[in-house]
């Protein structure tokens, strides 16, 4: 069983910063695409960046120019580097991955999420 376990989230003000950590443990031949969700109250779970194996990335339109998206590879990890954050950003944060467990087996996995509260 692969596990993904979040890390970073917090209470910031209004223009201030947090990056995100996800990292992967368990049985891994090797991550695909990587990728951060959000969801909050009376909202429908959305994409906010995502990343390949071979590093392309995709970023909702909402958090372009302010949040960064980039994995280690070595450290089966995936980073959210969050500026400029606004009282929209306030969600819980999932972590998501394409985990290869072995050749030709390729599972989706979610963590159990980290709560970012971004204050006026």
């Known amino acids: 069983q692969v596990q993904l376990v979040e890390s970073g989230g917090g209470l910031v003000q209004a223009g201030g910063s947090l990056r995100l950590s996800c990292a992967a443990s368990?049985?891994?031949?090797?991550?695909?695409?990587m990728g951060w969700y959000r969801q909050a109250p009376g909202k429908q779970r959305e994409l906010v960046a995502a990343?390949?194996?071979?590093?392309?990335?995709t970023y909702a339109d909402s958090v372009k120019g302010r949040f960064t998206i980039s994995r280690d590879n070595a450290k089966n990890t995936v980073y959210l580097q969050m500026n400029s954050l606004k009282p929209e950003d306030t969600s819980v944060y999932y972590c998501?991955?394409?985990?290869?467990?072995?050749?030709?087996?390729?599972?989706?996995?979610w963590g159990q999420g980290t709560q970012v509260t971004v204050s006026s």
């Open positions: 998501h991955s394409y985990v290869v467990v072995s050749r030709g087996y390729e599972y989706s996995y």
């Open positions: 368990g049985s891994i031949f090797s991550i695909n695409r």
């Open positions: 990343i390949t194996s071979g590093g392309t990335t």
